[in-house]
């Protein structure tokens, strides 16, 4: 698998909040279908919370104040309808790019309709 694009959004709707990334995924091969093993992207969860510094992961694993990492697969072409939706709005074709993270009602309506899986860290960190 190839990650094609990501952005990532603070969900505060669930307590405690958590960060949620998007992810547009490629299979290598050529006919193109993505086919999932849950427990290499839950593993992703992992790995990238691994990753983030000692104030994330102590908040994370000390005191429960953030919740799991979740990725959210969403389907291939997703960001190209980002990419529309934001040069619709004015923004430059040529000086596009994805942004890191969002928090526009709008842009996540978009990437929500695309989700087609959903997978969460199933261990904290280690610290």
Same mark, same amino acid.
């Given at each position: 698998?190839?990650?094609? &694009?990501?952005? @990532? =959004?603070?969900?505060? %709707?669930?307590?405690? &909040?958590?960060?949620? *990334?998007?992810? !547009? *995924?490629? /299979?290598?091969?050529?006919?193109?279908?993505?086919?999932?093993?849950?427990?290499?992207?839950?593993? @992703? @969860?992992?790995?990238? !919370?691994?990753? *983030?510094?000692?104030? =994330?992961?102590?908040?994370? %694993?000390?005191?429960? %104040?953030? &919740? /799991? *990492?979740?990725?959210?697969?969403?389907?291939? &072409?997703? +960001?190209?309808?980002?990419? !529309?939706?934001?040069? %619709?709005?004015? /923004?430059s074709s040529s000086q596009y790019k994805t942004p890191l993270c969002v928090n526009s009602p709008q842009v996540l309506a978009i990437l929500e309709?695309?989700?087609? /899986?959903? +997978? +969460?860290?199933?261990?904290?960190?280690?610290?």
């Open positions: 698998l190839m990650l094609m &694009g990501f952005t @990532c =959004y603070s969900d505060i %709707s669930t307590v405690p &909040g958590h960060y949620v *990334l998007y992810w !547009e *995924l490629k /299979a290598r091969k050529k006919n193109g279908i993505v086919k999932l093993d849950d427990k290499v992207i839950v593993e @992703c @969860c992992y790995v990238v !919370e691994e990753s *983030l510094n000692i104030i =994330y992961r102590k908040l994370r %694993s000390k005191y429960d %104040s953030i &919740g /799991a *990492l979740e990725i959210r697969v969403v389907e291939q &072409g997703t +960001f190209d309808s980002l990419m !529309e939706y934001f040069i %619709s709005k004015g /923004a309709e695309k989700v087609v /899986a959903r +997978f +969460f860290s199933d261990k904290p960190p280690p610290l």
